[in-house]
């Protein structure tokens, strides 16, 4: 089997790579020895790529079941002596915050790279955080690549830094910077990844308060390392002409912006750049001095306003008087940035007559005229059989509590199964909250990789403080929305030797639910039947829905059914089940309605819901 192209050993070669991809490289090149995640877009293309290059015998990587056991795992290698990788959507950072705070106090002399992947414009998130807030919050040392070169050559900077100052290092990219592409320039690849020993020392890597006050002032000790290589690092760039007064402070992807800009706005050589890779701790020297050459700075960062607000702290008390600006209207601390923004801040800063180009508004205007796409839920979803079914039982009688995953499609109509949602594993802690205090019946649904992450301690405390809950575990056998990583529940034929198939009956019935019914996703009368059953009944009660994700189904575990439905009659019935059931594959010529058996999963509820006017026939072709 020919080699993957990251693992080439060909210095000085080019690539065309994706920024999650050439993290990937610069982890290979910096001898990576652990790699951790929970998946989460916009970072998921790092580990899976990981697996995909296949080359186990210069690392471990593993799927963790949470971004909180990801780190520790990650944390105890890199205690042990291993370069070590954690990787996880920003969001997930929330989850793993405990051990981070605490490992930036021991140290790792290993080295530890937290890779956080942030995603303004909420793309695929429930919310915008910034997480370059932790790397203040806990004293650590953030990288922000502008470009996949950058990506790479960070994400080896990184891995040098975390293990010489013993500290774990904040690699902070953006949706942008993951998903974009870029040429990357390959260093040398290590035969094998060098380790450290571990030395035994309880009075720094056990943190009882005694220990803990010595070591807050050891981090800071360490920071203030960072602050110097911050100072003369190679990625805290300054492009200076003479005589220019004016200059722009920059970091992250909105560099990258900020460069397409001045060259559009044709004044690249009228305005001086000092460019943060390191944005925290600051080059507060090479930030003071760039502000006393100059009579007014504009300062571009996406997302919170953080340097905005440090640099004009760090000018208020050097007593400067540079006319500093930062957010306005134009740029905000919502959404993404793009070329066209920023290109228009600038012109409005500097009160130029330019505005984005011809072509970039007629870009902008084209694409505002484009109809939406909602997302929604795959043909043959059996998610969408489940939310079908709770609503012929429930209605609009109980309040439904959702989670993350692919399964949160269902507060869409006509399904209309998500009234509520916190984060991953609430909707089982949080519609138990709900139901305790409201005395309403709740329906709470759950994916299976999302109850291993974090619903199985809500259910834990669901049954000891005695809450009235109907859960339903909607199982499809892998992680669907982030990629179909696995999860410990998958079917061991699809994890293969290097893991343990976890079994949710056993484990729901092991936290002391009685109540347990476990039922094909895929047939309604089953699951009518359940729900009538479960309906009145109080304290906790599960169902757990299982079928596979149709699209892992046929990519991974090459299942297609050799049958595809199709309408048999116009009537009544049909334009019900186009109404409620709402499949994807269904289509509408004029008043009459049809199945696109290119989209046809073959699932055949449609069948169960209008058997009148719908019938199976043979796949064209045969099963794919």
Same mark, same amino acid.
Request: net charge neutral; hydrophobic share 40%.
């Given at each position: ?22 993290? %990937?490289?610069?982890?290979?090149? !910096?001898?990576?020895?652990?790699? &951790?995640? #929970?998946? /989460?877009? =916009?970072?998921?293309? @790092? +580990? ?42 920003? %969001?997930?950072?929330?989850?793993? !915050?405990?051990?981070?705070?605490? &490992?930036? #106090?021991? /140290?790792? =002399?290993?080295?530890? @790279? +937290? ?510």
């Amino acid at each position: 089997m020919s080699k993957h192209p990251l693992l080439s050993e060909t210095e000085g070669e080019q690539q065309l790579l994706l920024g999650n991809e050439a993290i %990937v490289r610069g982890a290979l090149e !910096a001898g990576v020895g652990m790699i &951790t995640c #929970y998946p /989460g877009t =916009p970072s998921s293309e @790092v +580990v899976d790529t990981f697996r995909r290059i296949k080359a186990f015998d210069r690392y471990h990587m593993e799927y963790s079941i949470n971004e909180k056991v990801a780190m520790e795992v990650a944390c105890g290698a890199a205690l042990s002596g291993s370069k070590s990788l954690v990787c996880m959507k920003h %969001v997930g950072l929330n989850v793993a !915050a405990d051990p981070l705070f605490t &490992t930036a #106090y021991t /140290g790792l =002399p290993g080295g530890l @790279v +937290v890779l956080s992947a942030d995603d303004p414009g909420c793309h695929s998130s429930q919310n915008e955080q910034d997480n370059r807030a932790y790397a203040r919050m806990a004293h650590l040392l953030c990288l922000e690549p502008s470009s996949a070169e950058e990506a790479c050559a960070m994400t080896k900077e990184a891995f040098f830094l975390a293990r010489s100052l013993e500290q774990p290092v904040l690699l902070r990219t953006t949706t942008r910077i993951s998903h974009m592409r870029g040429a990357v320039t390959l260093g040398q690849l290590p035969k094998a990844p060098t380790t450290v020993s571990f030395t035994k020392n309880p009075m720094r890597f056990v943190p009882l308060p005694a220990v803990a006050r010595k070591r807050h002032q050891a981090v800071l000790d360490v920071l203030a390392k960072a602050r110097i290589i911050a100072e003369h690092s190679v990625f805290t760039l300054e492009t200076l002409h003479e005589n220019v007064k004016i200059g722009i402070i920059a970091s992250g992807v909105a560099r990258a912006y900020m460069a397409d800009a001045l060259e559009q706005l044709g004044i690249a050589d009228r305005v001086d750049c000092l460019e943060l890779g390191i944005t925290w701790p600051l080059p507060t020297e090479r930030i003071i001095r760039f502000l006393s050459q100059h009579v007014a700075v504009l300062i571009l960062e996406e997302g919170d306003a953080l340097l905005e607000r440090d640099i004009k702290a760090l000018a208020k008390e050097h007593g400067l008087s540079t006319l500093l600006s930062g957010k306005n209207a134009t740029l905000t601390e919502v959404l993404e940035y793009a070329t066209p923004l920023v290109q228009t801040r600038i012109a409005e800063w500097l009160d130029l007559p330019q505005r984005p180009s011809a072509p970039d508004q007629a870009l902008l205007s084209a694409t505002q005229e484009l109809p939406n796409r909602p997302p929604n839920l795959c043909p043959g979803c059996s998610h969408r059989a489940v939310y079908y079914a709770a609503r012929k039982i429930f209605g609009d009688e109980v309040v439904y509590s959702s989670d993350i995953g692919c399964y949160t499609l269902g507060m869409l109509p006509p399904m209309r199964c998500a009234d509520f949602l916190f984060c991953m594993g609430s909707s089982i802690s949080g519609g138990s909250g709900f139901a305790k205090a409201s005395g309403s019946k709740v329906v709470s649904f759950i994916g299976d990789s999302t109850f291993f992450h974090s619903g199985m301690t809500g259910l834990a405390n669901a049954v000891f403080n005695k809450h009235s809950l109907l859960l339903v575990i909607l199982d499809n056998g892998t992680t669907a929305m982030t990629g179909h990583q696995p999860n410990p529940g998958m079917v061991q034929e699809s994890l293969g030797e290097a893991c343990q198939h976890l079994d949710i009956e056993a484990i729901v019935k092991a936290l002391g639910v009685t109540n347990v019914r476990t039922v094909n996703a895929y047939n309604l009368a089953a699951l009518t039947k359940t729900f009538t059953e479960l309906k009145d009944m109080d304290g906790v009660r599960v169902v757990i829905a299982k079928q596979p994700c149709v699209l892992y189904a046929r990519r991974a575990l090459g299942k297609r059914p050799p049958n595809v439905a199709r309408v048999i009659a116009q009537n009544e019935d049909t334009q019900r089940c186009l109404a409620e059931f709402a499949c994807p594959a269904f289509i509408k010529n004029g008043d009459e309605i049809a199945v696109d058996e290119s989209l046809c999963s073959g699932c055949m509820v449609c069948l169960q819901v209008a058997p009148k006017s719908f019938k199976a026939v043979k796949r064209q072709g045969g099963q794919q």
